[in-house]
Nanobody
């Protein structure tokens, strides 16, 4: 069994910053990718960023230059540093962990609200 726990969401003003954390625990042999998705009301869940085991990052165009993903392999934890936040970044942010055996697991999500 694998548990994924996200934290760090909240309410922030436009232009502000937040740092999300995603901690994986349980029966983890090896993690291939740690991914952040987001979903806002009426929209499909979309990929925001992911990071490989060698810390190679990928970003959606909408967050390039503003968000930074990082990873601590020893702690099975990924972080998403979000700067210059915009109202359109408002969403529930979900962490997804893809294991090298092909299985993937989701966290419960954390709400990020960008509003003045």
């Amino acid at each position: 069994q694998v548990q994924i726990v996200e934290s760090g969401g909240g309410l922030v003003q436009p232009g502000g910053s937040l740092r999300l954390s995603c901690a994986a625990s349980g029966s983890i042999f090896s993690i291939a990718l740690m991914r952040w998705y987001r979903q806002s009301p009426g929209k499909q869940r979309g990929l925001v960023a992911h990071i490989s085991s060698s810390s190679s990052p990928y970003y959606a165009d909408s967050v390039k230059g503003r968000f930074t993903i990082s990873r601590d392999n020893a702690k099975n934890t990924a972080y998403l540093q979000m700067n210059s936040l915009k109202p359109e970044d408002t969403a529930v942010y979900y962490c997804n962990v893809l294991l090298t055996n092909g299985l993937n697991y989701w966290g419960q999500g954390t709400q990020v609200t960008v509003s003045s």
